[in-house]
């Protein structure tokens, strides 16, 4: 369901990067309107997608907090800002289902950075140290 070329990098102290070319995020407002077993389709196939990349670029990477998660969706039209984080849940739920994250509480994501742009679709997950 969810097609996209995998690219990205590792390193302990600047943390992990995963981008995903020609992913489309669906906004909030498009997740609402699903019906919950297309809901749960698209969930299962960003948390596979996350899996896949945290094998891919970093397979024994575990991150531990407090991070910082900056996130940068490119589509073909920008979206409501205030629904953009709600969009990228299941992208950072499947990044803590494979256990490159610990957690998904405050505690070890401090800080959700977000931004869009116009272009090809893609989506850019990055996890940072924060005060390391």
């Known amino acids: 369901m969810l097609r996209a070329r995998i690219s990205g990098a590792y ?3 600047r943390g992990f990067r995963a981008r995903f070319d020609g992913a489309k995020l669906l906004t ?3 997740l609402l309107r699903l019906n919950p077993m297309a809901r749960h389709r698209y969930r299962s196939a960003w948390h596979q997608a996350a899996h896949d990349a ?9 991150l531990h907090g407090p991070l910082a998660v900056s ?4 589509g ?3 979206v409501d800002n205030d629904g953009l984080a709600a969009a ?4 950072i739920d499947g990044f803590r289902r494979c256990g490159l994250i610990e957690d998904d509480a405050p505690s070890v994501v401090a800080e959700i ?20």
């Open 54 to 62: 945290a094998l891919y670029i970093a397979p024994r990477a575990r």
């Open 11 to 13: 390193d302990s102290a």
């Open 88 to 91: 990228l849940k299941f992208a």
């Open 113 to 132: 950075r977000l931004s869009q742009e116009r272009g090809a679709p893609a989506v850019e997950v990055a996890f940072e140290p924060i005060g390391r």
């Open 76 to 78: 073909s039209r920008l």
């Open 28 to 30: 909030l407002n498009e």
């Open 71 to 74: 996130i940068l969706r490119r």
